[in-house]
């Protein structure tokens, strides 16, 4: 169910919904998609409304039947908050989308925030503040005067950072997120915001790091970018990414997107990193499976000019 968001505001659409969800429960498919497209023909422009068909499509085997529900879910509400267009997009060869939608990730992440570390931890066996720490240990020019914790979500690498900085920032999109990372009391600073967003600033950072934060980005030209232009000459930038099979970036059935190395490092390397190291890491499990990555640690340039605008703008230009 898409939670308190799944109400479309008329009350016989609602009640035809709430039937659907019943038949659905019942394993009556096809019944359910009729009694829901006979809601959706009362209120054509409900998101939530075409997003739950298309589940219950794909349930019943109608694979360009759901990919059509989901485009038509985008069309009607383009944040798209419930991520209709990356399940279209895992029916698709060529994936239409190239980052999550940030009205998805926000919500995603508003309602998992009360459990979330208690699940990366204990059910995951997440390894993000070890590998940071590790990664740390490799890196020169520590302690510095400000360091970035970029999509810091609770707070969990806060304890990492904390020692290797006179001041702590930290971002991320979720409120709710923030909350639990204020309440650990080790940030001098937290803003909310879409890191996929971000200007350009007068903040210089020694340090930037992004744990298991780029797998809801995809293209990371634009972030890249944005760090290389933000960090203090010679200052260092350190991100986990997920591992992709092939070159470039893949979306996984998890609605995460994966990096090849040569992706990675070919971005660094035009963005004016230099030198780059990039270390072979299991982030976490997934039902009982090691789950692959990098741990990238990437030194700015000694000077670097500084662009706004898109990913290309943003890459220094004497890189």
């Keep these: 169910m898409v939670a308190n968001l799944f109400a479309s505001g008329d009350l016989h659409a609602d009640r035809r919904a709430e039937f659907a969800e019943t038949l659905a429960h019942l394993e009556d498919l096809d019944a359910a998609v009729d009694v829901l497209r006979g809601a959706l023909e009362i209120v054509p422009k409900w998101g939530a409304g075409w997003f739950r068909l298309g589940e219950y499509l794909e349930r019943?085997?109608?694979?360009?039947?759901?990919?059509?529900?989901?485009g038509r879910a985008v069309e009607v509400q383009p944040d798209d908050p419930f991520g209709a267009?990356?399940?279209?997009?895992?029916?698709?060869?060529?994936?239409?989308?190239?980052?999550?939608?940030p009205a998805f990730?926000?919500?995603?992440?508003?309602?998992?925030?009360?459990?979330?570390?208690?699940?990366?931890?204990?059910?995951?066996?997440?390894?993000?503040?070890?590998?940071?720490?590790?990664?740390?240990?490799?890196?020169?020019?520590?302690?510095?005067?400000?360091?970035?914790?970029?999509?810091?979500?609770?707070?969990?690498?806060?304890?990492?950072?904390?020692?290797?900085?006179?001041?702590?920032?930290?971002?991320?999109?979720?409120?709710?997120?923030?909350?639990?990372?204020?309440?650990?009391?080790?940030?001098?600073?937290?803003?909310?915001g879409d890191i996929q967003e971000l200007p350009i600033g007068n903040a210089q950072y020694g340090l930037i790091v992004a744990s298991d934060v780029f797998n809801y980005l995809g293209a990371l030209e634009r972030i890249i970018g944005w760090c290389a232009a933000s960090l203090s000459p010679g200052g260092t930038l350190i991100f986990t990414v997920e591992q992709a099979e092939g070159r470039d970036v893949t979306l996984r059935e998890t609605r995460r997107f994966a990096h090849g190395r040569a992706y990675v490092s070919d971005l660094l390397k035009v963005a004016g990193f230099g030198p780059v190291t990039i270390v072979d890491v299991v982030l976490r499990q997934d039902r009982g499976a090691d789950v692959t990555g990098f741990c990238v640690i990437a030194e700015a340039a000694k000077a670097a000019r500084r662009h706004q605008g898109d990913g290309e703008a943003q890459l220094p230009a004497d890189a």
Aim: aromatic fraction near 6%.
């Design 105 to 192: 990730v926000e919500r995603l992440f508003d309602q998992y925030a009360p459990r979330f570390e208690a699940s990366l931890l204990e059910g995951l066996d997440y390894q993000g503040p070890q590998i940071i720490a590790e990664a740390l240990e490799r890196t020169t020019g520590l302690p510095v005067a400000h360091a970035l914790d970029l999509g810091c979500g609770t707070g969990l690498i806060g304890p990492v950072l904390r020692p290797h900085c006179g001041h702590l920032t930290g971002i991320d999109l979720s409120q709710a997120m923030l909350a639990e990372a204020q309440a650990k009391g080790l940030y001098d600073r937290l803003d909310k």
């Design 60 to 70: 019943a085997g109608d694979l360009p039947g759901a990919a059509q529900a989901w």
């Design 85 to 101: 267009g990356l399940r279209r997009d895992l029916l698709r060869d060529q994936p239409l989308s190239d980052t999550m939608p």
